[in-house]
């Protein structure tokens, strides 16, 4: 591993050598300033100008890597930590700068799809053939998007029709029986646009009864009203059979298995005036959920829950900044039960919440401050205040951030065999200030931040009690350091490292989240048709449950390495392989959950 590794970057310097050497005249911009990021403070805004934490994953690179899967092309971005009970389909957790699984707000075009009865979010289902672009602002953000955003926000923006009529197919195979074929159909004019993807997954997974199969549809349509309003339309379908081949850890479950179904609806309007922007979205979201086993002691449970959204925004434009007031309506119903009768007989309450927001833009300094008050119909009133900054000086970018988030316990962690009635909601205070600095033109930009959380009443599952339970406190801080290197437009690097102290407070650290993770990548064009991208990540050593002996163990730490390629035959002829696990390590990011072995996959793209 250690000589892979000499290898690898002593490649890299003599490929940056040659490149740099014939290239002195280039000028390689730093690409990311060329995008427009509206997640970070609900505004659309460039991307080099946001003054919080964030990473942008643009197509280019969902492409270059040949992802199927949100969780896989999330495990480069500084701060997250994926956790996946096994092999692609299973049950997937993240964890942004230690925060927990179920503070991660997730949306779809600004949608949010959390799942009502929980707050969680499974990484491991959504496919991401219909995604455009990924924008992920770590640290609290419930000052904008209320409760759920303790860790941080991942929003995914679908693709749009675009002008003229363009069709794609696109179909991959590989180990363990895996297929997966695509297709997409686009069009576009002056009064409106249509985009359409349909997506279909299968594999046999490693084990017996491993198997999953996932079958997606979306549509993304826009009408131009005026040419300064327009209504779109958005729906999104997901339906998925898996197999669990254990009922925990390393014990074979031969039947265990599960069933889900979503449906995502959206219908947003903008209007463009004078000196205001207005953003109205009505939206729907349903989620419904099977699982059985009849060999165990639990062996049914079927989950519906469902929300209705209505929010409101205007972005009103002065000559020193934008000033945003909004609110928004949630009204959630859920309903659950097992084996042992009705949990939850739909169950409903509301969410209510207005804010505000200043963005003020002073020469080289800008300063966001903004606050939020939510109404819980089970848990009143909270507020969530929130500021950041930033300083430009040349190629220097000085910023600091400070905000608080909640999350309110969710009907599961309520009223369910192991809920806890008395569960007060969890409340984050947290701060971060950092630097980012451009080199040489912007060949090289370095970043490090360090952050930092206190988190009152969090709730965790005990043991003992078989029952939620809230902890006093938990503290957790830490650094991200991020080094990007661009020293030809045919070849970039990235290099990610962060060191998380997450304690509990017996000062014990919390499970699942390593002290020392790195990540590294390099994409290369070698000729103009041929791409090669190579992805290494470190997870260290961390504490987790042994849910067979209840105590908690050590889970060993693991390297991981990728490579994707894909050559151009004509311009809409594209062939592509990856080979997941090159190494062929053994590893458990789960603790009793194997994780895949070496898997090898070919493909073909077509568009015309």
């Not at 927001?357 to 401050?369: E, F, K, P, V, Y």
């Not at 930009?445 to 988190?455: D, E, M, W």
């Not at 592509?576 to 959950?593: A, H, M, P, Q, W």
Request: glycine share 6%.
């Amino acid at each position: 591993m250690k000589k892979l590794i000499i290898y690898l970057f002593t490649f890299i310097l003599i490929v940056s050598f040659i490149f740099g050497k014939e290239e002195k005249k280039e000028k390689v911009k730093y690409p990311i300033r060329h995008y427009i990021i509206v997640t970070a403070n609900r505004l659309e805004e460039p991307a080099d100008k946001v003054s919080t934490s964030f990473t942008l994953i643009t197509e280019q690179e969902i492409k270059q890597r040949q992802v199927i899967t949100l969780a896989e092309i999330l495990t480069d971005v500084p701060g997250f930590i994926k956790a996946q009970a096994g092999s692609i389909g299973h049950l997937t957790s993240l964890f942004i700068r230690g925060s927990e699984s179920d503070h991660n707000l997730v949306l779809i075009n600004g949608i949010p799809i959390n799942d009502p009865l929980s707050s969680y979010f499974d990484f491991s289902s959504l496919m991401i053939d219909d995604i455009e672009r990924i924008e992920i602002v770590r640290g609290p953000q419930s000052t904008l998007y209320g409760s759920d955003a303790i860790g941080g926000v991942i929003n995914l923006i679908t693709k749009r029709g675009k002008r003229d009529t363009k069709f794609n197919l696109n179909f991959i195979g590989g180990s363990d029986s895996t297929y997966k074929g695509s297709f997409s159909f686009s069009l576009g004019n002056q009064i409106g646009s249509l985009y359409l993807n349909t997506c279909y997954f299968s594999t046999r997974g490693n084990f017996q009864n491993d198997d999953y199969k996932n079958m997606t549809a979306s549509l993304r349509g826009e009408l131009i009203l005026t040419n300064k309003s327009k209504l779109e339309a958005f729906l999104r379908y997901t339906k998925t059979n898996l197999g669990i081949p254990f009922s925990s850890a390393s014990i074979l479950s031969p039947n265990r298995r599960q069933r889900t179904e979503e449906t995502i609806l959206s219908l947003p309007f903008t209007g463009n005036f004078s000196f205001m922007k207005l953003k109205l979205n009505l939206s729907y979201f349903r989620r419904n959920y099977i699982f059985n086993d009849p060999d165990s002691f639990w062996s049914y449970s079927h989950t519906r829950s469902r929300a209705l959204r209505f929010d409101i925004q205007s972005d009103i434009n002065y000559s020193k900044g934008i000033f945003t007031i909004g609110g928004e309506w949630r009204n959630f119903v859920v309903f659950s039960e097992d084996n042992f009768g009705t949990g939850i007989n739909n169950k409903r309450f509301d969410i209510r919440a207005f804010f505000v927001q200043n963005q003020t833009h002073l020469h080289n300094l800008s300063i966001t401050a903004g606050i939020r008050i939510d109404h819980h119909t089970e848990f009143g009133f909270h507020v969530s205040p929130r500021i950041t900054g930033a300083l430009f000086l040349n190629d220097t970018k000085l910023k600091a951030s400070a905000g608080t988030g909640f999350r309110a316990p969710r009907p599961f962690e309520l009223y369910t065999f192991w809920g806890n009635r008395n569960l007060k909601p969890e409340i984050s205070k947290s701060l971060e200030v950092g630097i980012e600095q451009k080199l040489l033109n912007s060949r090289i930009i370095i970043g490090i931040t360090y952050f930092s959380s206190l988190i009152k009443d969090l709730i965790v599952y005990d043991f003992s009690t078989l029952k939620f339970q809230n902890l006093a406190q938990t503290k957790i801080n830490g650094e991200e350091l991020s080094f990007f290197l661009i020293p030809h437009r045919n070849f970039n690097l990235k290099l990610n490292y962060t060191h998380l102290i997450a304690k509990d407070d017996k000062n014990k650290q919390l499970l699942r989240r390593p002290k020392h993770s790195f990540n590294f990548s390099f994409n290369l064009r070698p000729i103009e048709k041929f791409n090669i991208f190579l992805n290494f990540i470190y997870i260290g050593k961390r504490k987790d449950w042994d849910d067979i002996h209840f105590v908690t163990i050590e889970n060993s730490p693991f390297n991981k390495f990728d490579i994707s390629l894909k050559y151009e035959i004509r311009k809409n002829i594209h062939i592509f392989s990856k080979i997941t696990n090159v190494l062929n390590e053994r590893y458990e990011e789960v603790y009793g959950y194997p994780s895949p072995d070496r898997g090898i996959y070919f493909g073909v793209e077509y568009g015309f």
